[in-house]
């Protein structure tokens, strides 16, 4: 497993289950009593408890927008109501590897230094072993492993353009979007238009120049669902 030696200990406190604990779990034959989906569905929500619990408070508001975000940016790209949905749920947990980052370096109120930005670059390949285990689609594979991939190639793992799947270049600018109207402890939140702005000048360096075009026939809904989702 590619869990983070001191997650343990940092968050024992938390009462819920480590990450080795859950795969236990899931590895055991709880079909007959519980159904493969119950436990699927339980383990998920222990896993996000969980990462609420270590992250901060605004780590679950995060993951329902990039959600939400996602599925309009989808549905406008012409994908089946069906495969909508699938992307939504899987950009609900894009993050779920964050369980085996140390809270002290996610809640570390300044920039990260060049290593623990190394450390944090490590919750995609936890996130994909995790998802792995669960025997999930290759759709949340996809999404929770390459979302920090860019357009260009400078991303995490060096994908350009069309290797990168589109379900991850969907919930890549869903996540910075997001990243960039919410308030964090380095940070103000930005507004609407200037994160529409960062946005569009990173049409076809970080970001596929045609969901950008997307996203910027429909940022107007967008800025709608957030002032709902705020006021």
């Known amino acids: 497993?590619?869990?983070?030696?001191?997650?343990?200990?940092?968050?024992?406190?938390?009462?819920?289950?480590?990450?080795?604990?859950?795969?236990?779990?899931?590895?055991?034959?709880?079909?007959?009593?519980?159904?493969?989906?119950?436990?699927?569905?339980?383990?998920?929500?222990?896993?996000?408890?969980?990462?609420?619990?270590?992250?901060?408070?605004?780590?679950?508001?995060?993951?329902?927008?990039?959600?939400?975000v996602s599925a309009l940016l989808s549905r406008k790209y012409g994908f089946s109501e069906d495969k909508v949905k699938k992307i939504e749920f899987y950009a609900k947990i894009h993050d779920l590897g964050k369980i085996g980052i140390p809270g002290k370096i996610l809640n570390k109120p300044g920039k990260l230094t060049a290593d623990e930005f190394e450390v944090v670059k490590e919750h995609t390949e936890i996130g994909y072993h995790l998802i792995n285990k669960f025997g999930f689609s290759k759709m949340g594979e996809n999404i929770i492993r390459y979302h920090h991939e860019k357009w260009n190639g400078n991303g995490y793992r060096g994908l350009v353009q069309k290797e990168i799947p589109i379900e991850a270049r969907i919930v890549s600018i869903a996540d910075v979007y997001d990243a960039l109207r919410m308030k964090r402890t380095y940070k103000e939140p930005?507004?609407?238009?200037?994160?529409?702005?960062?946005?569009?000048?990173?049409?076809?360096?970080?970001?596929?120049p045609e969901l950008v075009d997307v996203f910027l026939k429909c940022h107007q809904e967008i800025k709608v669902m957030y002032n709902t989702k705020f006021n």
């Open 190 to 208: 930005f507004s609407h238009e200037k994160a529409v702005e960062i946005i569009r000048e990173g049409r076809g360096q970080d970001f596929d």
């Open 1 to 68: 497993m590619y869990i983070n030696s001191n997650y343990m200990e940092e968050n024992r406190v938390t009462g819920l289950l480590s990450p080795s604990e859950i795969i236990g779990i899931f590895q055991k034959d709880y079909s007959e009593t519980l159904g493969r989906e119950k436990v699927k569905r339980y383990l998920l929500e222990n896993l996000l408890m969980k990462l609420h619990a270590l992250d901060s408070s605004e780590a679950l508001f995060h993951l329902k927008m990039v959600g939400e």
